[in-house]
């Protein structure tokens, strides 16, 4: 096996040995450690009485993780696909595909601020406050958040319309209330622009209340809108909790293919000996659920005319 194979099965977070299971726990840790760290930081006592400990944190983990990207580019030709062949070519522009991957974005992502930083030589904030980025790099390690990602993926047309939905109703309902507000009350409702905010908010749910409606159609119109804003949140919701139940099962049918491949892997069955396994244990094991619906066979059994050997 070669060296680079050896680092892709080492960075790779797939069931392997004991190795690949420790660097992956080790880069966890490291991620947690991080964020924890620019939390902290941000109470005044506590950054300026740990302020070296922290800078030494932040530089540890940068030059780790720089080592865990640049070992990633160099592996990522080791990655395959279901067929076998190399996703990426062993080449710059396989690499480069590689780079502008997801999750390789989110691993650059979480250098960019230590690097930028220390090339503009000052310790801007904002800077500090994008290593919270690396909270994503975990996206890599916890099956929820691959989930929630396959999710997102799979419903993404249903999101886009839904969200197209809401954009027009807020506009339209900037609009509205600007026409009923502006004249009672001008500087609230300078503008639609200005009325976009009300809208949002309404629409949400949120109901900041530093923005309300003082005529008596503007309030009704509010009404409608707030009404409406049940469906705006209802919509995109059903269509994610859809999906995560769609994915779930995925994901369980995908385990048990995993858990009989591995087993007829272990015992060196071809094919042709694991189709023969597999129905003779059907035909030696009663079925006690419908193979269609999931139900129980046991009142079809008990019945008055059974259609069960």
Not at 48 to 70: N, W
Not at 202 to 217: E, F, M, S
């Amino acid at each position: 096996m070669s060296a680079r194979r050896r680092v892709f099965l080492l960075l790779d977070n797939r069931p392997g040995g004991r190795a690949s299971r420790t660097v992956a726990l080790a880069l966890q840790v490291l991620i947690g450690a991080n964020v924890l760290a620019v939390i902290l930081e941000s109470v005044a006592s506590v950054g300026e009485r740990y302020r070296d400990a922290f800078a030494l944190l932040e530089v540890t983990s940068m030059v780790l993780f720089t080592l865990e990207y640049a070992a990633r580019l160099w592996a990522a030709p080791e990655e395959r696909r279901r067929d076998g062949q190399p996703r990426f070519p062993d080449s710059v522009a396989g690499r480069l595909r590689y780079a502008l991957t997801p999750l390789a974005l989110i691993d650059l992502a979480t250098l960019v601020p230590f690097y930028l930083s220390a090339l503009v030589g000052a310790d801007l904030r904002w800077l500090r406050v994008l290593r919270m980025v690396g909270l994503l790099k975990c996206t890599r390690y916890s099956q929820a958040l691959v989930t929630a990602a396959d999710v997102a993926r799979a419903e993404a047309a249903g999101l886009v319309a839904a969200v197209t939905v809401f954009a027009v109703t807020a506009v339209l309902a900037a609009a509205g209330m600007y026409a009923f507000e502006h004249t009672a009350q001008p500087d609230t409702f300078a503008h639609i622009p200005l009325a976009l905010y009300w809208s949002i908010v309404t629409l949400t749910t949120l109901g900041y209340g530093d923005v309300v409606a003082v005529t008596g159609p503007g309030k009704v119109f509010a009404s409608l809108v707030a009404i409406s804003g049940v469906a705006m949140v209802a919509l995109p919701s059903a269509i994610l909790a859809s999906g995560f139940i769609r994915q779930l099962r995925l994901h369980s049918h995908g385990i048990r293919s995993k858990s009989v491949a591995s087993e007829v892997q272990r015992l060196d069955l071809s094919e042709e000996d694991a189709a023969r396994l597999v129905g003779a244990v059907l035909r030696e094991v009663a079925l006690q659920v419908c193979p269609n619906c999931g139900e129980p066979l046991d009142h079809i059994q008990r019945g008055p005319t059974s259609f069960v050997s």
